[in-house]
Structure formats: structure tokens, C-alpha cells
């Protein structure tokens, strides 16, 4: 089993910052790909962005040059630093694991719960 908490949500105003983090925990060897995803009302859930364990990046055109995602390899945690935040990039954020290897075997993908962005405008 993979588990995936997610903190830094929040409400900001419109060109503010956030900065969100997301956890993995049990019995985790490595991870292939950590990213982020997000879904608005009424929307599908679409992806933000995401990094490999050798730090390749992938970002939606939308967030490109305003988010940048992060992570550490040794404590399983990815990062998604946020700025110039705009009210379209509201909705709940979603932390995902790619091909997690674990005591119990690959685990091929995993979420959490969410964490809520809400951009005043």
C-alpha cells in the first residue's frame, strides 16, 4: 500500500502564492513518476505536472512558467510551488504516484485525498 497526504492548500488571491506538498509513505523503495493533478468544478481531472526520480518534468502549457514542481527522492515527498496563481487554477489538487516499488510489490499508481485551492479573484 501506497499512502499519499497532501498539505498546503488554501484560499489566495489572484496573483499570490502556494506552495503544495504531498507525502508517500509505506514501505516505499523508490517511485518512477510523482505529479500533480487538478480538478475544478464540473471539469475533468487534468494534469498539472509531473517528475520523475531523475528529475524529469512534465507541466501543462496553463501552468508553464508560474508552477514548478519538485521533489525529494529520499523522503518520497513531491512539491508544487505555485505563483502568480490565477482564480482559473482553483480546484482540488491531487497528488499521484507512478509505479511505486514497495515491500509488497509495484504498486502502479496511487492518489490522495486532495487539497483545496480556492484563487479570489
Known amino acids: 500500500q501506497v499512502q499519499l497526504v497532501e498539505s498546503g492548500g488554501g484560499l489566495v488571491q489572484a496573483g499570490g502564492s502556494l506552495r503544495l506538498s504531498c507525502a508517500a509513505s509505506?514501505?516505499?523503495?523508490?517511485?518512477?513518476?510523482m505529479g500533480w493533478y487538478r480538478q475544478a468544478p464540473g471539469k475533468q481531472r487534468e494534469l498539472v505536472a509531473t517528475?520523475?526520480?531523475?528529475?524529469?518534468?512534465n507541466y501543462a502549457d496553463s501552468v508553464k512558467g508560474r508552477f514548478t514542481i519538485s521533489r525529494d527522492n529520499a523522503k518520497n515527498t513531491v512539491f508544487l510551488q505555485m505563483n502568480s496563481l490565477k482564480p482559473e487554477d482553483a480546484g482540488v489538487y491531487y497528488c499521484?504516484?507512478?509505479?511505486?516499488?514497495?515491500?509488497?510489490?509495484?504498486?502502479?499508481?496511487?492518489w490522495g485525498q486532495g487539497t483545496v485551492v480556492t484563487v479570489s479573484s
Open positions: 499521484n504516484a507512478e509505479r511505486a516499488y514497495t515491500s509488497a510489490g509495484l504498486i502502479s499508481n496511487a
Open positions: 509505506g514501505s516505499i523503495f523508490s517511485i518512477f513518476r
Open positions: 517528475i520523475t526520480g531523475s528529475s524529469n518534468t
